[in-house]
C-alpha cells in the first residue's frame, strides 16, 4: 500500500491559505488579517509606503494591485502621481 509522505510546507501550499504580502502560506491557526477576500500574516500587514503595520481600528486602503496604505500616506500622496494614475479604489 502506498504511503504518501507530504511535508507541511508542501502541504500548506497546496491546500492553506496564501499570504497577500509576501504570497507564502498561511498556517491554518495563525492569526491574520483579512480584508475582502485577501489574507494577510500579522507582520505582512502593512503599509506599502511607510513600512508601518496596520492595526484593528486603523484606516487604511487597499489599492487595486492589494497593496495597502496607511490614512496618512494615502492623503499625503494625494497629490502625486499615485492618484493620478487612478491607482487607489
Ligand atoms: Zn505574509
Ligand atoms: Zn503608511
Not at 480584508?35 to 500574516?41: A, I, M, S, Y
Not at 500587514?45 to 489599492?63: S, V
Request: hydrophobic share 40%; net charge positive.
Amino acid at each position: 500500500m502506498p504511503v504518501l509522505i507530504i511535508t507541511f510546507g508542501s502541504f500548506i501550499r497546496k491546500y492553506g491559505t496564501q499570504c497577500s504580502g509576501c504570497s507564502k502560506g498561511i498556517i491554518p491557526l495563525e492569526t491574520v488579517r483579512r480584508v475582502r477576500n485577501l489574507v494577510f500574516h500579522l507582520h505582512c500587514f502593512t503599509c506599502f509606503l511607510c513600512n508601518r503595520e496596520l492595526a484593528t481600528g486603523d484606516h487604511f486602503f487597499l489599492m487595486e494591485d492589494e497593496k495597502l496604505i496607511c490614512h496618512t500616506d494615502y492623503y499625503s500622496a494625494a497629490t502625486t502621481a499615485i492618484v493620478d494614475n487612478g491607482k487607489f479604489l
